[in-house]
């Protein structure tokens, strides 16, 4: 099973440069990610060797189902996000990676990419979420399973390359309902309780269900494959136990990194490039 090192590194600097940011230098090219979240709109901005120099996020319900339903409150947001950072770094943005649950209509991503664009940000990619996360990951074989907080999409992997991809309902809202549900609170207080580090054992046993719902879904998508491993990110694998939830039901050993929230932004901000860039960077690797 692989190290997730690397990984954890650039998370954790992620995370400092959300409260810190880092200023680049005046040339220097600048890899922007935007995940349009139904839990969270994050921003990431990497440095020419796709170290993180700064980020900002926001817990907001733009997005449902992969479908943005407040339009105008989306970009209001990316602009606040991307003014943000500006500011903290000193330079304007201009462009950035978007991406989209695997499975995505033309124009809904369409959609999507207008969120972006109308907040000043051109759209020069967009990657599938779980083909991004692995752009971090860099796993070569195995399933990697962005659970966010509408849907879980899953990418699985074989020899480097993405052979099957798929999303569906059931995340972290789903379990942020049975925890509203369980203690009679609000939607908002369940949201604080699921995430109270004081409460994350009560949680996991609490949630067990939903993790077992979420290891059937992965069940019925990598059935006809053969998989080694299965990689865990998105804000709801942070539960604690999913993994292993996952690794009981399945047979699979499941592992998570230490920070799975912001995987995926990180990725897609690695994925910041024009096709005539990749195509170029391709022919040079
Ligand atoms: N420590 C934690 N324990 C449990 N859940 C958490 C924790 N931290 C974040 N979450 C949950 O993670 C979810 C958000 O994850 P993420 O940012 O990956 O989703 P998203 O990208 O906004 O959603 P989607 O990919 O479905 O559109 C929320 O439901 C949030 O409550
Ligand atoms: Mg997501």
New binding site residues.
Partial sequence: MGSFAKTDAITQAFERVIKQACVPKDSEELFVGL?I????M?LAVLDAKLQPIAGAYRFAQV?RD?IVVDYLGAIDIVKDLKQEIESAIGRELDHTAIAI?PGTSYSDTRFIGNVAESAGLHVVNVVN?PEAANTLLQLHNGVVV??????T?LAIIENGEVVYTADEPT???H??LVVAGRHKISFEEA?EL??DPAR?DE?GRLLKPVSQKIASIIKRHITGHTVSEIVLV???S??VGIEDVVSEELGIPTVKPAKP?FI?PIGIAMNCRTADERTTHEGRA
Wanted: proline letters at 3%.
């Fill in positions: 995940d979240g139904t839990a969270y994050v997005v992969g649950p979420e962005d659970i966010g907080g509408g849907t999409g995340g972290g809202t379990c942020t949201e699921k995430k994350q949680m998105g804000g709801a942070c539960l929230l995926t």
